[in-house]
C-alpha cells in the first residue's frame, strides 16, 4: 500500500512537472507582453519581438559610447547616432556589425576646422546629416564632413530678444524643412525653411487647465499666483518625418491620454486613435504605491516605421508601444531590468526594416529587438489593410489567431473581411469577438433582412391564419351567445 | 401565507399599473397591500436588471459580462429601496404623514413592477434591432422608468395624502435622510470594527502572556 502510494505520489508530480513545462516557454522573453482588451484589461500575449544583440562602442572597436541621446535610421538602413558624451556622430552599417564613419570634426566652407559640444540629435536624409550640436547652439547641416548649412540664433518677433536656442531633437522632410525640439521652448517644435530662417512654431501642444485648478486661482492672491506653478505645456521629446512630410511627434502626457501626435504640414495634428481613444502606453495606470509601476507612461521618442505603424519608447518601464495608422495598440514588449534586452536607461528608438533599435544611456549599448512570427504576422496584415488589401490581410490574421486567439484586432479583421463577402453569419461571429460594434450592426442589419426575406412567406402565411382563425372564432362565439343570450356570462 | 397572495391583493398590485391613485388609496385604507407582494416586484426588477446587463444585445450592451454579478446586483437594489423606505418612513413621520412603513414599503415595491415588467420586453427587443433602431430601445427603457417614477410618486403622495409639492420637498428630504443613514450606519461599522480589534488586541496580549 505505501509502496503504491509512493508511485502514485511520483507519477502526479512528474504529471505536474510535464504539465508546467511549456507553461516556462512564456518566460523566454525577460519582459511582460501584453496588449489592452476593449474593456482595458491587460491580456497577455506571445512575444512581438525577442531581445537581439547589445552592441557596445567597445564591440565596435570605436570605444565606448557615452550617455547617447539621439538616434536615426538612413532609408539605407544605415544608423546614426548622437554620441553625446563623446561629442562625435556614429554611423553604423545596416547590420550593426561595422562602422561606416565616426564624425567627431568637420570643416567650414572657408576651410576652417570645428567640431561637437554634446550633440543631442541627429538626423538624415538625401545624403546630408542635420546634427542638433546642442551646447554649440546650432543645427548643423553635413555633407560628408563638410558643412553646408549652418541654423544658429534664430530671431523672429515671436522670440524674445534674449532667448537661448538649445537644439536637442532634429528632423527634416522631403523638402528639406528642418524641425527642431528646443530646450524650455513650450511653444511647440520651431521649424527653419531651407534657407535656414525661422518659419515659425509647429504643432504647439494647448495647456490644459482643469476647472478645479481655474477655481483655486480665482481665490489666490496675486502673490500666492505668482508662487504658483506655472501653467506650461508639456515639451515634445522625440521626433520622426515620415515620407509625406506628416511628422511624428512625442511628449510626455501627465494624464496618460495621448504622447504621440502626427502633424500634418500646417502643424495640426491629425493622429487617428483606436476604439479607446488612448495613444498614451499604459492604461491602467494607478498602483497602490507610488512606485515605478504606478504613473503613466513617459514617451521620450517615437519611430515612424513604415505602412502606417509606429513605435513608442517609455523610459519609465522600458516598454515599446506599437500602433498602427488607426490607432490600434498593436503590441506591447520591453522592459526595465538587468538581463539581456532590458533596459536601464532608455533614450531614443529606431526602426529598421524588421528590426527595432533602442539606445540605453546607462549601459552605453545598442538593444535589438528582432521579429518574431508573430509579431510579423501583424506587421504584414496591418500593412496589407493600410495598403487596402483587406482579402489578402485575413489570410495573416488567421495566421495570428493561430498564435493569439485574443487578438481582438485580428478577429475584426477578419469579420470585417466576411463582411465584405457578404457572409454576414460569419462576419457577426468574428466582429463579436472583435468587439466591433458599429460593423458588427451592419452585418447584423444584413443579416436580419436576410432571414426576414426566407421566411418572410410561411411567417405571413401564419399570421393570416391566426387572423382567420381568430375571426371564425369570434364569429362563431357571437352566434352561440345569439342563440343562448340569456345564459351568457362572458 | 395565503392571505398576503389573495387574488384581490394580486388585482391590486397589477391594478396599480392602470389606475395608481385608486389602488394606492386601497392600499393604504381597505389594506389591500402586501409587503411579501411588494418584495417580489423588487425580485423580479433585480432578476430583469442582472438579465438585462447579461444578454441584452451586443450592439446595445456596453457591459463587461464579467463584471456581472446577480447577488451583489439584488442585494444592492434592495438595499437602495430599503434605505429608502427607513428614509421616507424617518421624514415622514415628523411631516404628518398618515402612511406606516408597511404602506411605504408596499407602494415603493409596486412602484418597481412597470421598470421590471418592461425589462423583459426590452431585452428581448435589443436582441433584434440594428444599429439606428436603438432609439426603440431606449424608448421602451425610458417608458418603463419613467412610470415607475411616476408611479413612485403618486404611491408616496397618496399613503401619505400630501400634495404633489409636499411630495416633492418630502423626497428632496428623504434623501438626505438617506444620506444621514449611510453615514450613521458607516459610523457603526467603524466603531464595531475598532471594539473587535480592542477586544481581540487584549486577546493577543493575554495569550502571549499566558
Known amino acids: ?244 512630410g506628416f511628422v511624428y511627434a512625442s511628449n510626455m502626457d501627465s494624464e496618460g491620454v495621448q504622447a504621440v501626435r502626427r502633424l500634418n504640414p500646417s502643424g495640426e495634428d491629425v493622429i487617428r486613435t483606436g476604439e479607446n481613444q ?86 552605453n549599448e545598442i538593444i535589438t529587438f528582432e521579429e518574431t512570427r508573430y509579431g510579423a504576422l501583424i506587421n504584414q496584415a496591418v500593412a496589407l489593410r493600410y495598403g487596402g488589401d483587406e482579402a489578402l490581410a485575413v489570410e495573416a490574421w488567421r495566421e495570428v489567431l493561430l498564435l493569439n486567439e485574443n487578438l481582438e484586432l485580428a478577429n475584426a479583421g477578419i469579420g470585417k473581411a466576411y463582411l465584405t463577402a457578404g457572409d454576414n453569419r460569419t462576419a457577426m461571429r468574428y466582429l463579436k469577438l472583435g468587439m466591433d460594434k458599429s460593423h458588427y450592426a451592419i452585418a447584423f442589419k444584413r443579416y436580419r433582412n436576410e432571414v426576414l426575406k426566407e421566411n418572410i412567406g410561411w411567417m405571413l402565411t401564419l399570421l393570416l391564419a391566426a387572423v382567420v382563425a381568430y375571426a371564425g372564432w369570434r364569429s362563431y362565439r357571437r352566434r352561440k351567445r345569439g342563440r343562448a343570450p340569456a345564459g351568457g356570462l362572458l | 401565507m395565503g392571505k398576503y397572495f389573495t387574488r384581490e391583493r394580486v388585482g391590486y398590485m397589477f391594478g396599480v399599473l392602470t389606475r395608481p391613485l385608486h389602488s394606492f388609496y386601497e392600499i393604504r385604507h381597505r389594506d389591500q397591500g402586501s409587503v411579501p407582494l411588494a418584495a417580489l416586484c423588487v425580485f423580479l426588477l433585480s432578476a430583469a436588471f442582472t438579465l438585462n446587463r447579461i444578454f441584452a444585445g451586443f450592439i446595445v450592451n456596453d457591459v463587461n459580462p464579467r463584471t456581472v454579478d446577480g447577488l451583489e446586483e439584488m442585494g444592492a437594489i434592495f438595499l437602495i429601496l430599503g434605505l429608502f423606505c427607513v428614509g421616507n418612513w424617518s421624514v415622514t413621520c415628523l411631516m404628518d404623514g398618515e402612511g406606516r412603513l408597511r404602506d411605504i414599503v408596499t407602494v415603493t415595491g409596486y412602484a418597481m413592477l412597470p421598470a421590471a415588467l418592461l425589462l423583459g420586453p426590452a431585452t428581448l427587443l435589443s436582441l433584434v434591432i440594428a444599429e439606428g433602431e436603438t432609439a426603440f430601445y431606449a424608448i421602451v427603457m425610458g417608458a418603463g422608468i419613467a412610470w415607475t417614477v411616476i408611479l413612485l410618486l403618486t404611491g408616496v403622495m397618496t399613503v401619505h395624502n400630501y400634495t404633489l409639492l409636499k411630495t416633492l420637498v418630502t423626497l428632496g428630504l428623504t434623501f438626505v435622510a438617506m444620506l444621514i443613514l449611510v453615514f450613521i450606519g458607516l459610523l457603526i461599522l467603524d466603531l464595531i470594527n475598532q471594539a473587535y480589534v480592542f477586544l481581540y488586541s487584549i486577546y493577543t496580549e493575554l495569550i502571549f502572556r499566558i
Not at chain 1, 576651410?111 to 541627429?122: I, L, M, T
Request: a negative charge; proline letters at 4%.
Open chain 1, 278 to 363: 488612448n495613444l498614451g502606453g499604459d492604461i491602467e495606470l494607478f498602483a497602490a504605491s507610488a512606485s515605478v509601476y504606478s504613473g503613466p507612461s513617459k514617451i521620450i521618442d517615437v519611430a515612424y516605421r513604415g505602412q502606417g505603424i509606429y513605435s513608442l519608447l517609455d523610459s519609465q518601464r522600458g516598454r515599446i508601444f506599437t500602433y498602427d495608422h488607426e490607432g490600434n495598440l498593436l503590441y506591447i514588449f520591453g522592459g526595465m531590468g538587468h538581463q539581456a534586452g532590458t533596459f536601464r536607461q532608455p533614450t531614443a528608438i529606431g526602426a529598421q526594416e524588421n528590426r527595432i533599435l533602442a539606445l540605453d544611456a546607462f549601459r
Open chain 1, 1 to 244: 500500500m505505501p509502496l503504491k502510494r509512493v508511485c502514485a505520489a511520483l507519477l502526479l508530480t512528474a504529471a505536474l512537472i510535464a504539465g508546467a513545462a511549456p507553461a516556462a516557454g512564456a518566460g523566454l522573453v525577460p519582459y511582460d507582453t501584453y496588449n489592452y482588451d476593449y474593456w482595458d484589461f491587460i491580456v497577455f500575449t506571445p512575444a512581438a519581438y525577442v531581445p537581439g544583440r547589445s552592441v557596445s562602442g567597445v564591440d565596435l572597436g570605436i570605444g565606448a559610447f557615452q550617455n547617447f541621446q539621439g538616434m536615426c535610421v538612413a532609408d539605407d538602413g544605415a544608423v546614426y547616432i548622437a554620441d553625446t558624451g563623446n561629442n562625435r556622430i556614429v554611423i553604423l552599417e545596416p547590420d550593426l556589425l561595422s562602422v561606416r564613419d565616426v564624425v567627431d570634426s568637420f570643416s567650414w566652407p572657408d576651410g576652417s576646422a570645428d567640431g561637437f559640444a554634446r550633440p543631442h540629435g541627429v538626423a538624415a536624409a538625401d545624403g546630408l546629416m542635420y546634427v542638433a550640436d546642442t551646447d554649440n547652439r546650432r543645427v548643423v547641416v553635413l555633407d560628408g564632413r563638410a558643412a553646408v548649412r549652418v541654423i544658429r540664433n534664430p530671431s523672429s518677433e515671436l522670440l524674445d530678444a534674449n532667448f537661448d536656442f538649445v537644439p536637442l531633437k532634429v528632423a527634416v522632410d522631403y523638402a528639406g524643412r528642418v524641425f527642431v525640439i528646443a530646450r524650455n521652448m513650450f511653444q511647440g517644435i520651431m521649424t527653419f525653411d531651407a534657407d535656414d530662417n525661422f518659419i515659425g512654431f509647429y504643432g504647439t501642444i494647448n495647456v490644459k487647465i482643469t476647472l478645479w485648478q481655474r477655481f483655486w486661482r480665482v481665490f489666490s492672491t496675486k502673490e500666492e499666483r505668482a508662487r504658483q506653478q506655472l501653467f506650461i505645456p508639456t515639451e515634445f521629446t522625440g521626433l520622426d518625418v515620415d515620407p509625406w
